[in-house]
């Protein structure tokens, strides 16, 4: 008895030390030698996941694959263990024959080739039987593209071929002509888009699969946005799709709508008149270019495309030119359906309303589907967006207010978000405070610009009136400069109340004018009646912080103010940051170009500065909260009077924080 | 009441009861008739009688929100989506589109349901499983589609998932087999499997084989042996003119050439010039010797006819242009053909060539059948299989290739062989009834309908085909239903492309069942085809012990047939591969009649004693161990059990 105890404990302190593995391994094999495989599966899978690192485990799971014909499953566990031992020629090759096996040849031939360089003949063997094959086809098939110029087949088969020898230049080439022969095979576009990604030419492999994924056969278009980011495509990608495929009518029509939202007509325009030689049956865009033709009271060129249009089976396209000619519509007695059947017909006939830029129709449509479903949530956000669009915001304010009790939390959210913007955009009373403290390394001191407006919606007038209060201090007050013989302040030191009124923003420039009174805390001469006024620009694109996804941001502020206090001073500002946002953390790196002018030529007002800098936000704190550092090299501009030396550096650390009520 | 009554009465007599409990029927029938299974519209069912019904071990299928649904936990949420992409649970790899994308809720499902399909993109459920009670239900998101495999290819497996299983099962399919997917596998696991998968004969790649090779030739006999034992018949399929790889390097000089003069290396095909005489005779010589080295049960002469299906469009893939095709219609038509590309492609001397071509193909056809038959003298169990491109529903196969089947067809009066028809890859796209059609129109051309058979290409097609690339799921289950109908033998192109997750339910599809219907402890049985009734225990037929179980499985001839619970007979054949026409089992003795175009083999439960063949006594032949080995033919056997 005390004999078995001794051997149990043997076995226990063999199986700890040989890992947690170990009791998966042993049933692997016990059931591998009974020839349950699936069992022997199971188990190697197992112990592969408690023993990661462990190649030889993944080798007799590849084993055990193969025994039951699960080749690819087989060919990619040796590939996780070649990964682990790239040393393991035999790894290596079990790998390469799988490839070869399954339909990877590119890969197999690759894999091949490395291991003949290390002199192993086998795989000298395997890569001459794959590689003189491929050349063999290759040049056959050459031969017949010189020969047949126009012969599909071959040249697909000359692509593929290439692709497979990693001849991606001949792939892509031939892939491009054999789509070119024949139009409708729009698979192709995803190889062109696989080959030249894999060529180093992702604008071009861009250009291809979003083509594929426009216009395309489901299968192609499903594929296709498998392999193009999430985000929605730019315009520039839009504009190389198209040179690329021209005769892609849906991409062309949603390229012409997105220029049509972002206010580009003429271009828009164009996009549509081709469109509309291209496919005389595209009652939509025939509809979309006779409205912006008859809105510029060319009715004359309207008419035929507003009357193609008519003939149009899409009931949304006819009601829509019905309307615009002022011609009643054409009663169509439908059959008795469903509410479910409704609100989803309802849905579907704004879907492609909206689509089409029909915003009225599509406000009529979504409401009906709200009759039909009254608890269809998506279709009140929905419908604030689109009152939204049609600038009615009191209406869009109260289906995003419903919509945010939504269960789903996309919708909840998105209609929370919309809700809150437009919200502050039209209370009657508004107050905005923000603040900006930072460290100047030049100056070694700390800054701090501050203001709380408040403002007044005046009824159905462009303007606000406001109650304002700015700060504007620094710690050190201060500071005796050696070319100077008075001490000096590095800011106004003051608080400054007053009474202003602005414009309503008009794409990002406002105006406003503001009188107030200084009370200095520090300088008398800083003290008295303050009248300032300007312009303000302000302009953002790309990715910006909070966005979903990184990319490339750009943003620019531009003010023009009258100051009466600096000897009736007019200064410029312009500053400017391009960059890169990382999300989701956050972050933006970029790089900052900023310019101070006046017309009074003082020295402090005339600078430039340029250099790189991070900006950031914290988990936990709230989003208007942003943090910043900046490593600037400034010039000034004017010498005349200055005491101080023309260049300078300068670190700045700081955050900016803003909220509203 | 009367419904009550009625459903009642149903759960007593069918151990497994299909109810559908959404408004129309649609393409439910359809769907679940492929695997034999019928069910009961029952949308009028109170919810409290349908659960309780389905707690007793009913299957109901519901489809998107209805107050049943609601029932089981099952509620639309007020979020939508767009569905045209979908994510098998059981196949996450696999690409499911939908050809028309779909706007559908987003359900709500109770948390013991098994989702078995989502939205690829928003990972909305759209077909889940609730077990409950004995039985269980199926839900869709929305409906199956006209045709029943539109969004849902896998529905039948998800039944099965939930415990249905389909009543018939069969054992007519035969299987392209090609080792180079398979040459390290467990070759018994994979007989083990074909044999479950209904599958009676394997048509083997001998291309592999045709030069001898120790290590080679091992693996094949170790496949047939594997086949054997299981009562699966294994053919030697030959690709003529493709002879093998060593021989295309061995002989240059006997290379075939495209309209290019190219050598005919035409994807995975390397052909040779069979019309030359010392060509033919050395590829006459390696395919006699090809045929004596194994234990073939026949011969598979696979598409031998010509390149390619673009025709004479394509002079690079156009096919026969070698020195003694030019020769031989230069000399009968004063032009040589290869004059004819690519100018000429449309012209009436293109078409005087291409009439000539297609008759040169049957004469090939005729030579190399005649070449078979000579084996045969030494093998006289062995069967001929002609398998030929459908040239009568895609009517431009005897231009492009020069297959003509009705020139061959006549041949089958001369030559004693089976006709299997290659369903053309232009017409892959189309739907299973195409197979009804294609029997009409042969069974004008021969009246031995019993010698034509078809093959149904399941590979990736070219065309722009939904929801899948590739047959499976409820689509194959259909086109082997159909064509099970149909034809007399189903073959699959190929083993190794059937995925996996339909192995389980193709024997199913392959039984055509005109009745199935139980009375009490009985069950009535009538199919035009040979099939299997899922029957635990012995039986009666007909009022008499029937020999052919296995215990799972009563294997019944065509016919009508009514089964009744009896013991198990001492003497059985638990297996069984020819076409059974009788069977009576009279103590330990075993008769039967059947007929098979090859050796039939029969899975004995004991040792054999004594043997009769059309009443004479002879020596039993053993395939394997308890596998006995039948001559083929029609026969009246008698076997004695020890």
């Not at chain 1, 894999?111 to 794959?130: C, L, M, S």
């Not at chain 2, 231009?399 to 290659?422: N, R, T, W, Y």
Request: proline fraction near 4%; glycine fraction near 6%; charge should be neutral.
């Amino acid at each position: 008895m005390r004999g078995w105890k001794g051997i149990l404990g043997l076995v226990a302190i063999v199986a700890v030390a040989a890992g947690p593995e170990y009791a998966a391994l042993d049933a692997a094999y016990t059931a591998l030698r009974a020839k349950d495989y699936e069992t022997a599966i199971a188990r190697f899978t197992q112990a592969a996941e408690l023993a990661p690192k462990r190649a030889d485990i993944r080798k007799d799971l590849a084993y055990a694959y193969l025994k039951i014909g699960e080749n690819e499953l087989a060919r990619d566990r040796f590939a996780e263990a070649m990964e682990l031992v790239p040393e393991d020629h035999h790894v290596a090759l079990e790998y390469a024959f799988l490839c070869h096996e399954t339909k990877q040849q590119a890969a197999a031939r690759r894999v091949f080739d490395r291991i003949r360089r290390t002199g192993n003949a086998t795989a000298e063997r395997a890569f001459q039987n794959i590689d003189g094959e491929l050349r063999t086809g290759i040049e056959r098939w050459s031969r017949v593209v010189e020969l047949q110029p126009e012969n599909f087949s071959a040249h697909e088969e000359l692509a593929r071929l290439a692709e497979w020898r990693d001849d991606l230049a001949t792939a892509g080439r031939n892939y491009e002509r054999a789509w070119r022969l024949r139009p409708e095979r729009r698979d192709f576009l995803l190889r062109l888009g696989s080959v030249w990604r894999a060529q180093g030419t992702p604008e071009r492999a861009s250009a291809a699969l979003l083509a594929a994924s426009r216009g395309a056969e489901p299968r192609t278009a499903e594929a296709a946005r498998e392999l193009l980011p999430v985000r929605y495509p730019y315009v520039y990608e839009f504009e190389a799709a198209i040179e690329f495929d021209p005769s892609n009518i849906t991409l062309r029509r949603e390229f012409a709508y997105l220029l049509l939202e972002m206010g580009r007509r003429d271009e828009a325009e164009s996009q549509f008149r081709v469109i509309t030689e291209l496919d005389k049956a595209d009652s939509l865009s025939a509809a979309q270019l006779g409205f912006l033709l008859l809105n510029r009271h060319e009715v004359e060129k309207a008419m035929p495309l507003l009357e193609r249009a008519l003939k149009s089976d899409n009931d949304v396209v006819t009601d829509r030119v019905r309307e615009a000619l002022q011609m009643p519509k054409t009663l169509r007695k439908r059959p008795e359906t469903p509410r479910s059947q409704t609100s989803m017909e309802a849905k579907t006939l704004a879907e492609r309303s909206l689509e089409a830029g029909y915003l009225k129709d599509a406000v009529k449509y979504l409401r009906i589907a709200h009759e039909n479903d009254p608890v269809d949530f998506s279709v009140m956000l929905k419908l604030g967006w689109t009152y939204n669009m049609l600038k009615d915001d009191r209406e869009a304010i109260e289906w995003f207010r419903l919509a945010r009790r939504s269960s789903d939390a996309k919708i909840a959210n998105d209609a929370e978000r919309a809700y809150r913007n437009l919200r502050s955009g039209l209370t009657r009373v508004h107050t905005n405070v923000w603040v900006f403290p930072f460290y100047s390394s030049r100056w070694k001191d700390v800054f701090s610009y501050a203001q709380v407006k408040t403002e007044y919606k005046l009824n159905n007038l462009p303007v606000r009136l406001y109650l304002s209060t700015r700060f504007s201090g620094d710690i050190r007050g201060r500071i005796q400069d050696v070319n100077l013989a008075q001490p000096v302040g590095l800011s106004e030191s003051a608080a400054i109340p007053g009474v202003g009124i602005s414009a309503q923003p008009w794409r990002g420039v406002t105006l406003w004018g503001e009188a107030g009174w200084s009370f200095s805390y520090l300088h008398e001469a800083n003290r008295g009646s303050d009248f300032r006024g300007g312009i303000s620009y302000a302009r953002s694109i790309g990715r910006n912080l909070g966005s979903e996804t990184s990319g490339i941001f750009g943003e620019t502020t531009a003010d023009g103010v009258f100051v009466s206090r600096f000897d009736n001073d007019f200064l410029v500002y312009s500053q400017n940051k391009v960059g890169w946002t990382f999300e989701p953390l956050d972050t933006q790196l970029l790089w900052n170009w900023n310019l101070t002018a006046d017309i009074r030529r003082f020295a402090w007002a005339n600078t430039t500065e340029q250099g790189p800098g991070i900006r950031f936000r914290l988990p936990g704190i709230p989003k208007s909260l942003v943090f910043s550092v900046n490593s600037l090299q400034g010039s000034y501009t004017v010498m005349k009077d200055n005491p101080r030396p023309k260049k300078y550096t300068d670190w700045r650390v700081g955050l900016w924080y803003v909220f509203a009520r | 009441m009367c419904l009550l009554v009625s459903l009642a009465i149903a759960s007593g007599l069918y151990a497994q009861n299909v109810l559908l409990l959404s408004d129309e029927q649609g393409s439910w029938p359809a769907i679940l008739g492929s695997v034999g299974i019928s069910l009961k519209q029952a949308s009028d069912v109170p919810v409290a009688l349908a659960r309780q019904q389905i707690e007793l071990g009913s299957f109901g299928i519901l489809e998107g929100a209805s107050a049943t649904a609601e029932a089981f936990g099952i509620t639309p949420t007020a979020k939508r989506v767009v569905v045209r992409n979908v994510t098998d649970a059981r196949s996450p790899k696999l690409g499911i589109v939908w050809e028309n994308s779909q706007e559908l809720p987003v359900y709500q499902l109770p948390s013991d349901a098994q989702v078995f399909a989502r939205d690829r993109w928003s990972g909305a459920p759209l077909m889940a499983g609730i077990r409950s009670g004995k039985g269980a239900v199926l839900w869709v998101a929305t409906k199956p589609g006209a045709r029943g495999y539109e969004r849902f290819p896998y529905v039948l497996q998800a039944l099965s998932d939930l415990g249905l299983h389909p009543p018939l099962t069969s054992n007519r399919i035969w299987a392209f087999f090609d080792s180079s997917y398979r040459n390290r596998v467990d070759l018994d696991y994979f007989a083990e499997r074909w044999k479950k998968a209904g599958i009676s004969a394997l048509h083997v790649a001998a291309w592999h084989y045709n030069e001898p090779d120790a290590e080679r030739d091992e693996y094949l006999r170790k496949l047939i042996t594997a086949c054997h034992k299981r009562a699966i018949l294994v053919y030697a399929w030959i690709e003529l003119p493709h002879v093998s790889e060593k021989f295309w390097t061995d002989h240059p000089e006997w290379r075939e050439k495209t309209a290019l003069l190219q050598d005919a290396h035409l994807d995975w095909r390397k052909l040779m010039n069979l019309q030359n005489p010392d060509c033919f005779k050395a590829v006459a010589s390696a395919t006699h010797s090809l045929i004596q080295r194994f234990d073939w049960d026949g011969v598979n002469l696979g598409e031998l006819y010509f390149e390619s299906l673009e025709g004479a469009a394509n002079a690079a893939r156009f096919t026969p242009m070698n020195d003694n095709v030019r020769r031989e219609y230069e000399y009968l038509a004063g032009v040589d053909p290869h004059s004819l590309f690519p100018a000429k492609a449309d012209s009436p001397e293109m078409k005087t060539f291409l009439d000539w071509r297609a008759g040169l193909a049957k004469r090939m056809q005729s030579e190399w059948l005649g070449e078979l038959e000579k084996a045969r003298r030494e093998r006289p169990n062995l069967d001929i299989v002609l398998t030929h491109v459908d040239d009568r529903f895609d009517t431009r196969m005897r231009e492009l290739v020069g297959a003509d089947a009705a020139a061959v067809l006549p041949m089958l009066s001369k030559h004693d062989f089976q006709f299997l028809i290659e369903d053309p890859a232009t017409v892959w796209h189309l739907g299973p009834d195409r197979y009804s059609e294609i029997a009409r129109r042969y069974a004008a051309l021969t009246p031995q309908a019993d010698k034509l058979a078809i093959d149904i290409n399941i590979v990736e097609r070219y065309q722009d085909v939904y929801p899948t690339k590739q047959q499976t799921g409820v689509e194959l289950m259909q086109l082997v239903q159909v064509a099970s109908r149909a034809f007399e033998r189903v073959a699959l192109y190929f083993e190794n492309s059937i995925l996996k997750t339909d192995w389980d339910l193709l024997p199913a599809s392959g039984a055509v069942a005109k009745r199935y219907e139980r009375t009490g402890d009985r069950l009535i049985v009538e199919s035009a085809r040979p099939l299997g009734v899922r029957w635990k225990g012995g039986a009666k037929v007909n009022g008499r012990a029937w020999p052919v179980s296995d215990g799972e499985t009563i294997w019944l001839p065509a016919g009508s047939f009514v089964l009744e619970p009896a013991e198990s007979p001492a003497s059985a054949i638990t297996h069984f591969n020819g076409s059974l026409r009788t069977a009576v089992s009279i103590g330990k003795r075993i008769e039967l009649s059947y007929q098979s175009g090859s050796r039939a083999l029969a899975v004995l439960n004991g040792d054999v004693k004594r043997l009769e063949v059309d009443g004479q006594e002879v020596t039993a032949t053993m395939a394997a161990e308890k596998v006995l080995a039948l001559p083929r033919g029609q026969h009246l056997v008698s076997i004695e059990l020890k």
